[in-house]
């Protein structure tokens, strides 16, 4: 048995919405775990921080502006970091927004900024990864960041549910047509984390009196996502595929 | 950083089963990441030589006999784990029995009455026993090995498939009621994987190719390959992981 089964050196590996609170942390993670890594967001500026401080600690980083919305800026990203480190062979696609509200008062510029981003940009961004995975004839690893509201629902966030959802199927076809080549498509779903998208609403009393009647009785933190990325992502998983790998202090075996 | 999220060092880890295949693979790998591994099944010679080479090869481990089929055994089993140890830290529950292959209406009552006495009520004695020891300890880690049959009935499976719903099911009950007490319960759900057990789905051609067109990619397991989830599930890096199912089946099920 391979002591390193979780290790990523040699690794190429792309992150995206890494600007900040999961995708940020991600990047760290992947790095110290070995992989060479490519921060995506839409501003580059903002990532300048965590490529210098990954650089500065022995790792390799890269910073690239990508709006996932945007298939040429996806394009000119992927190009950017094969030109630098080579053929990324391990995506971690975690951009996501959110527009809290009802569905019959949503906006329409709201529901179509959520899904561009969390749907559309998921596909276009998946399937650049696996036509260059494909292209170059090696095999590689997709996560996606889906969520419990992908396989649950909770008043007020239609929306996003719909999206994760749509993610959740995306893995799964995903995951079906690329299996014979070598190409592993999983989705991670997290549970509730404190995040800079929701850290009001868990900061207020309703909020914690939510949290405190979850079977946890705690939020997720941040680190306690790092096992399930690396188990996805490294060839721990080499027979994982399609899968949807909760991560959620047991919130989804709660009753109604 | 990958190393010490998944370390093991001085927990103590029963597995069940642990003779040969899947289980194997869990306490050979458990035990490398540190703990100390007390491998069971219903023969102790099948543990002994498992226990032998995870020795040889430094680490800790010893064996004990224990057919979870039989409630007085894993009464025993446990009272021994509380003398010597004093404590439990994790549990896999891999002991699974498939007696009958065939059409599920001509399930004789002996294979059925057998099939759930070890995969349901073994299971679940098991799982209660280790609890009340995590409970001393602060806290603890079970894994259940079910399997994609409890999704999606395996072809001519049929009381072996109902019997790993149930554990499914039982995954969930006991994460539920046991997350306040810092005991994490999980289930791995593995796809087809070459093991002695799984042999009939290997000889019996129409079965093996029926399978085998349902698996995306395209081939079956090793036992080792389940191991990484396993260690995942039991480890530190899943502090959030209670309650899920984790499929392990080359898209199996998708």
Not at chain 1, 85 to 93: A, K, S
Not at chain 2, 80 to 95: K, P
Not at chain 2, 111 to 139: C, E, H, P, W
Not at chain 2, 156 to 184: D, H, P, V, W
């Amino acid at each position: 048995m391979d002591p390193k089964r979780f290790d990523l050196t040699g690794r190429v590996a792309l992150v995206t919405g890494a600007s900040s609170g999961f995708g940020e942390h991600f990047t760290r993670v992947l790095a110290a775990a070995g992989a060479r890594v490519v921060a995506g967001a839409r501003r580059e500026d903002r990532l300048h921080k965590l490529v210098d401080e990954i650089t500065a600690s022995g790792g390799e980083a890269l910073a690239v502006a990508m709006d996932v919305t945007d298939a040429a800026s996806v394009a000119a990203a992927f190009a950017a970091a094969e030109a630098k480190f080579g053929t990324v062979d391990l995506l971690v696609n975690n951009a996501g927004v959110a527009a809290p509200g009802t569905l019959h008062k949503t906006a329409e510029a709201d529901w179509d900024w959520v899904v561009d981003t969390n749907l559309k940009g998921v596909w276009l961004v998946a399937a650049e990864a696996a036509r260059r995975m494909l292209a170059a004839r090696r095999g590689g690893a997709i996560v996606n960041i889906a969520s419990v509201l992908g396989m649950a629902t909770s008043r007020g966030h239609g929306v996003y549910s719909a999206t994760k959802a749509g993610v959740i199927q995306l893995t799964k076809h995903m995951a079906l047509e690329l299996a014979g080549k070598n190409i592993r498509v999983n989705a991670i779903c997290p549970g509730y984390f404190k995040t800079e998208m929701n850290d009001e609403y868990f900061d207020s009393a309703a909020g914690q009196a939510y949290i405190a009647a979850t079977p946890g009785g705690r939020l997720g933190r941040m680190e306690e996502m790092d096992g399930p990325l690396l188990l996805l992502a490294s060839d721990a998983g080499s027979f994982i595929n399609g899968a949807l790998l909760p991560v959620d202090g047991g919130h989804l075996v709660m009753s109604i | 950083m990958a190393t010490k999220l998944f370390d093991l060092g001085g927990r103590i880890a029963l597995i069940a089963g642990a003779s040969r295949g899947i289980g194997e693979a869990i306490a050979r790998l458990l035990a490398e990441q540190g703990a100390h591994v007390i491998v069971t099944s219903r023969k102790l010679d099948g543990c002994q030589r498992v226990v032998d080479e995870i020795r040889a090869a430094g680490h800790s481990a010893e064996a004990m006999a224990c057919h979870i089929g039989e409630m007085e055994q894993i009464e025993a089993a446990f009272a021994r784990v509380r003398a010597t140890h004093g404590r439990l830290d994790i549990l896999v529950n891999n002991a699974a029995a498939n007696p009958y292959f065939g059409h599920v209406v001509d399930t004789d009552l002996p294979a059925f009455q057998k099939t759930l006495d070890v995969n349901i009520r073994g299971y679940f004695y098991m799982s209660a026993s280790a609890i009340k020891l995590m409970r001393d300890g602060g806290g603890g880690a079970i894994v259940n090995v079910g399997s994609v049959n409890g999704i999606t009935p395996g072809p001519l499976q049929g009381i072996y498939s109902i019997s790993k719903a149930a554990i499914i099911s039982m995954t969930k009950t006991f994460a539920k009621e046991c997350a306040g007490e810092n005991i994490r319960v999980n289930a791995l759900l593995p796809g087809l994987t070459r093991t002695k057990f799984a042999g009939a789905l290997f000889t019996n051609e129409d079965v093996h190719r029926e399978i085998m067109a349902g698996i995306p990619m395209g081939r079956h397991a090793e036992p080792g390959e389940m191991a990484g989830a396993v260690l995942y599930l039991v480890s530190d890096a899943a502090s959030y992981t209670t309650g899920i199912c984790l499929t392990v089946d080359g898209g199996l099920t998708i």
